[in-house]
């Protein structure tokens, strides 16, 4: 089979249309051939050796190293080639100038029939020897998604080839976060077995790894309780030094260290610089020796926290909080200075990150080389960013982003749902920001992670890789680079649908129920599983329809996977049928609860015997979901492939109630499980949609938009949300039958100001005058919680006396970052149901 380079989203190629002759760089007998100067950083041997074996995974050989004139690839690295290499690159068309101005850039192109890869430094060019791995067909998941590349018999490339990248955002990575069920007990369970609590440098040489093959340069290691401090792993930072992954520490993690697990109260006395000012400046002296001068790079976090992301020791009134972090702030820049070297060239942050936001905003002094890091939510929306003023500064701005997260209102830790479209949508806004220093998503497991974490880094890398009307077909594309083109276009509407399905609840949240409660009034503070907002009976059926939408994506996800390569069931297993059945298992075994429990309504009525078979049916479908999650989970950790990842998914993180057995009236055995799903269980009736008179539309569905209106692919429940400039607006044409009141909901992206404004929008019904509505909300008040459980903001309008006839709706931002969804008109304002009954 041939391969050729061609321009896809994932690699940023051109081209040249007009070239014919092909350049053979693997003829089927020979082993592909290479040659690289001795004088080249570490990161560039530990990219060839990949490649090496990249090369023996698709054509059965390994590369081996040639005379730099008879390879049939050339690598040079510009920083540590002489004068004359870079003149001759240079005459021959090197772009040497742009590639060394690009952050980790590289060059790929055909010059005397030679490959030739060149790296502005060493992250740049071990990114350009990875990329022949791409060109090649090899997945960034090769392995730790299990995506075995297809053989080839021929590895071709235009002879007028060429491609110059280079990073869209100086520092892009991972914070390995929430790690206690997933990639802990793996590591120390299953791939390396160790002490508990360790993950070992081989997990972490696996996880730099990962982040070469997808051009991220970062990370904040593991730092739970319970896990032990990345510097305490012996080798773990000189395996990071080898990738060029730079060292970083989470917000509440001063200067590298770890202080969960390094701050011994015992022999250090409390964590409190107003009292034991000296022996905090010790412990944070002793791991600035222990890291200067180290090859992969440090990021330094200043200011300071509590032991365990609590807030500042020995501090009460804001004043007290306020002086004492502007102290600690200057004391670090005299460490850093003197330990490790001018400070103007460290990479260093300030998280401004729950109250240490508002002691900021009071004023406080951060030197301006420091990088300003912007958090999220923690449910994936943008809460602040650079002002015009911060945007000048030397130290830019960082995002510290969610794909997981433990709190309230609830974690999500099992599975990573998150919309892509929200990911896009706010990064972008991040990225206009001037926001492009640091770029960190959180993720407990960066195999679960999976496609939300490759397009996060693929944007940091490339902001323009995608756009909000290609978010789908990104998405798509990396289906087909996973699985086959054939699979990949049959799998993406279903995988579409899941994406919708998990934006209109995510499958943690499927319990309707908090953590981190009053825990006299609840158990560890976790309150119980309790009956959903879907309707059994409303707009034909809402939770059947929910229901019956999961089976048919599980269906085609079955289907689909008869045409997916044998050595890519595994792979297939992982990213897509697991998520895809386990999460559908489980909103069955939520629902089927639910139903069951509703026709336990202790009637004495003629129903009562009717009602029990409803009941024992309804259990039935809920025990066999649940022992379905369970299935699938011990073949995840047990079988696939061949027992590689056990340890490794947790079905019931942090052991809360939603993932629990499910709550029923009564219990059924095996067997009478079986029974009642043959007399029952085989109603096979679809419930579509009826709209009981009400008049509901997606917002992409508007009769005109002001310019700068951008529907946005794979947001909100109707996966096309349209986000709005400032004064931009949308218009609606609608016809009523009758006249009478009604009420009109709209649905919006629960966004953040993220300007420390207000976010704002108005609704007006035939040019009357219109309701203004604020979105804003405090931070962890409850309907911020329901917002982002639901994914959605509500607000209504009454229409009182509507008349019959032709009516016009206009929807218009009067601040930035409103982004609308969904609307309804509806004549019973008391109606209870969770969706908007929309296709």
């Known amino acids: ?5 061609v321009a896809m989203v994932f690699a940023a190629v051109q081209v040249d249309a007009s070239s014919a002759k092909d350049v053979v760089w693997f003829d089927g007998e020979s082993p592909v051939t290479y040659s690289l100067p001795k004088k080249s950083d570490l990161v560039v041997f530990t990219a060839v050796n990949m490649f090496v074996s990249d090369m023996e995974a698709v054509t059965g050989m390994k590369a081996e190293a040639s005379a730099e004139k008879k390879a049939k690839i050339r690598i040079v690295e510009l920083d540590k080639a002489a004068s004359g290499v870079r003149k001759r690159l240079s005459d021959a068309g090197v772009p040497v100038a742009d590639i060394e101005r690009k952050n980790d850039g590289f060059h790929i192109s055909v010059i005397d029939g030679q490959i030739t890869v060149v790296g502005g430094n060493g992250r740049g060019t071990a990114y350009g020897i990875l990329e022949l791995s791409r060109m090649a067909g090899v997945s960034p998941w090769i392995w730790w998604g299990d995506v075995v590349p297809e053989h080839r018999k021929r590895l071709v490339v235009d002879s007028g080839f060429s491609t110059t990248q280079g990073a869209s955002v100086e520092y892009r990575g991972i914070f ?71 060292i970083g520490t989470s917000h509440c993690e001063p200067l590298l260290r770890n202080n969960v697990d390094e701050w011994d109260a015992k022999k250090r006395g409390a964590f409190n610089y107003i009292s034991n000012r000296q022996a905090v ?24 926290r509590g032991i365990h992301d609590g807030s500042m020791e020995g501090v009460k009134t804001m ?27 460290q990479i260093q942050v300030f998280v401004p990150y729950k109250e240490v936001l508002q002691i900021y905003e009071k004023g406080l002094k951060v030197p301006e080389y420091v990088t300003l890091m912007w958090c999220d939510d923690n449910y994936g929306y943008m809460t602040r960013l650079s002002n015009a003023e911060e945007q000048k500064r030397s130290g830019g701005g960082g995002v510290y982003y969610h794909l997981s997260y433990w709190g309230r209102p609830h974690d999500y830790m099992w599975l990573a749902t998150t919309q892509p479209g929200l990911i896009y949508n706010e990064m972008r806004a991040a990225y206009d920001h001037n926001v492009r220093k640091i770029w960190i998503v959180n993720v407990h497991d960066p195999k679960v992670a999976g496609y939300d974490l490759e397009l996060f880094l693929d944007m940091a890398w490339n902001i323009n890789c995608v756009s ?14 996973q699985f086959g083109t054939d699979a990949g276009m049959r799998l993406f509407p279903a995988m579409h649908e899941f994406y919708r399905l998990c934006g209109e609840r995510r499958p943690e949240f499927m319990g309707w129920s908090q953590v981190e409660l009053d825990k006299k009034t609840y158990n560890r503070g976790l309150s119980p599983v309790s009956n959903t907002q879907f309707s059994i009976s409303e707009f034909g059926g809402e939770l059947d329809r929910y229901l019956e939408r999961y089976a048919e994506v599980g269906r085609v996800v079955k289907e689909v996977e008869a045409v997916i390569r044998p050595e890519l069931r595994d792979a297939y297993f992982a990213a897509i049928k697991y998520p895809v059945l386990a999460a559908g298992a489980h909103a ?14 202790g009637s004495t009525l003629k129903d009562m015997f009717e009602n029990n078979g409803r009941i024992y049916t309804a259990c039935a479908k809920s025990q066999r979901a649940y022992q379905e999650i369970r299935r699938l989970t011990e073949f995840y950790n047990e079988k696939m492939s061949s027992g590689k990842w056990r340890r490794s998914m947790n079905m019931r993180p942090r052991d809360l109630p939603v993932f629990g057995a499910p709550s ?3 219990l059924l055995s095996d067997t009478e499980v079986a029974e009642w799903l043959d007399k029952g269980g085989k109603d096979n009736r679809r419930h579509d949609i009826d709209t009981d008179g009400c008049i509901v539309r997606n917002a992409v569905e508007y009769h005109s938009a002001t310019p700068g209106a951008e529907a946005v692919q794979m947001l909100g429940h109707s996966m096309n949300a349209v986000a709005l400039p400032e004064k931009g607006e949308l218009t609606y044409n609608f016809t009523t039958e009758k006249d009478g009141n009604a009420v009109l909901r709209i649905a919006l992206i629960p966004t953040q100001p993220n300007d420390k404004g207000d976010l704002r929008f108005s609704v007006s019904v035939d040019n009357e005058t219109g309701e203004s509505f604020s979105l804003k909300e405090p931070f962890r008040s409850e309907r911020w919680k329901q917002n982002v459980l639901r994914g959605q903001a509500l607000r209504e309008v009454e229409l009182k006396g509507l008349k019959a006839g032709n009516h016009v709706l206009r929807i218009k931002a009067e601040t930035p970052h409103i982004i609308v969804d969904q609307w309804m008109i509806d004549n019973k304002p008391d109606r209870k149901f969770y969706l908007f009954p929309v296709n």
Not at 225 to 241: L, P, Q
Not at 287 to 300: D, P
Not at 470 to 480: D, M
Request: aromatic letters at 12%.
């Open 1 to 5: 089979m041939i391969i050729r380079a």
């Open 176 to 246: 390995l976060n929430d790690e206690d069920w997933t990639t802990r007990p793996w590591s120390y369970g299953t791939y390396e077995p160790g002490k508990f609590g360790e993950i070992g440098p081989k997990t972490y040489k696996r996880i730099f790894q990962l982040l070469l093959r997808m051009r991220a340069n970062a990370i904040w290691p593991g730092m739970h309780t319970g896990t032990t401090a990345f510097f305490k792993i012996a080798g773990a930072k000189a395996m990071a030094d080898s990738c060029g992954i730079v």
């Open 281 to 304: 400046q010790d412990y944070w002296i002793e791991r600035l020796k222990e890291v200067k001068g180290s090859q992969g790079g440090n990021m330094f976090t200043i200011g300071m």
């Open 319 to 345: 004043k007290e909080k306020f002086d004492a972090l502007q102290t600690v702030i200057d004391d670090q820049q005299d460490l850093l200075d003197k330990y490790i070297g001018s400070l103007s060239k």
């Open 468 to 481: 909000a009307s290609t978010v789908g077909e990104h998405y798509k594309a990396w289906l087909c680079r």
């Open 588 to 601: 069955e075994k939520i629902l089927e609860a639910q139903r069951a429990r509703s026709f336990a309504n």
């Open 664 to 666: 029923l009236p009564t």
